[in-house]
């Protein structure tokens, strides 16, 4: 079975091909790059170096969210374009435990961190190597994170480029309890979102009519519509 992986959630960049659970080919990369200049000709330079042709491949897996909006809606976008496009299936797969998956060896608690600006989080928190979902995905503000996190008394090993902007919080006030992972393993990889990917039954092609991203959370503009909506109705 041949599947392509999308991953544009966040700044990195990952496209990868998979055939019958192997790595054919990947791009990994975090460069002051649009996803939507740089994500298709990926998409078209993965294919090529596999030399798979669009119309063989079985599936599609793209990372559904939490993350930047652009990145997010950029992804699901191309994904859902080329699905009915090709007529293959499309499975979403949260960017949150994708990139929790690149410290699937670890059997203890899994915390990858995407920052959500201002201070705030998208995050969840993970365990072993199956991941098993022990805070699902949410945003909150890095102090609420924390207070949760302190509550399970335990190392947790962290995950993401943007831990870093937060790691000297984190440190005051977990202590030894903070684990960082290599820096080698802090980037998404689509091949990781297709692994789990496989592990969710197929849905059928029509589905992708119904596919949405998984924001977490309101837009910037939106909530300041709403805002304004509101102190208008009490005017």
Same mark, same amino acid.
Not at 93 to 109: H, Q, R, T, V
Not at 116 to 139: F, S
């Given at each position: 079975?041949?599947? !392509? ?32 200049? +740089? ?6 330079? =993965? ?19 939490? +993350? ?9 976008? #191309? %994904?859902?374009? #080329?699905?009915?496009?090709? @007529? @293959? /299936?499309? =499975?979403?797969?949260?960017?949150? @435990?994708? $990139? ?18 201002? +201070? ?9 190597? &199956? ?23 335990? /190392?947790? #090993? ?10 000297? @919080?984190?440190?005051? =006030? $977990? ?18 979102? =297709?692994?789990? %990917?496989?592990?969710?039954? !197929? ?18 503009? &939106? ?13």
């Amino acid at each position: 079975m041949i599947w !392509l992986g999308i991953e544009t959630a966040n700044a990195p960049l990952s496209i990868a091909v998979i055939r019958d659970g192997k790595v054919i080919a990947e791009i990994v990369q975090n460069i002051k790059l649009t996803h939507s200049a +740089g994500a298709m000709p990926a998409i078209e330079e =993965v294919l090529a170096k596999a030399g798979i042709k669009p119309s063989e491949l079985d599936a599609i897996a793209v990372s559904e969210g939490p +993350g930047s909006y652009t990145g997010v809606r950029i992804g699901v976008t #191309l %994904a859902k374009t #080329l699905a009915w496009t090709l @007529k @293959k /299936p499309l =499975v979403g797969i949260s960017s949150l @435990k994708s $990139l929790a998956a690149n410290a699937a060896l670890y059997d203890g608690f899994i915390c990858p961190i995407f920052d959500a600006r201002r +201070g705030n989080v998208y995050t969840a928190v993970y365990k072993g190597c &199956e991941l098993e979902t022990i805070i699902d995905d949410y945003h909150d503000h890095i102090d609420g994170l924390l207070e949760r996190l302190q509550a399970l008394e335990a /190392p947790i #090993l962290f995950v993401g480029v943007d831990v870093d902007v937060f790691w000297h @919080k984190i440190v005051e =006030v $977990l202590g030894d309890y903070a684990l960082r992972i290599p820096y080698s393993h802090d980037l998404p990889r689509a091949s990781e979102t =297709v692994r789990l %990917a496989t592990k969710v039954e !197929l849905p059928s092609v029509d589905a992708v009519h119904h596919f949405v991203p998984q924001y977490k959370r309101i837009a910037e503009a &939106e909530a300041n519509w709403l805002k304004e909506q509101k102190e208008k109705a009490h005017e």
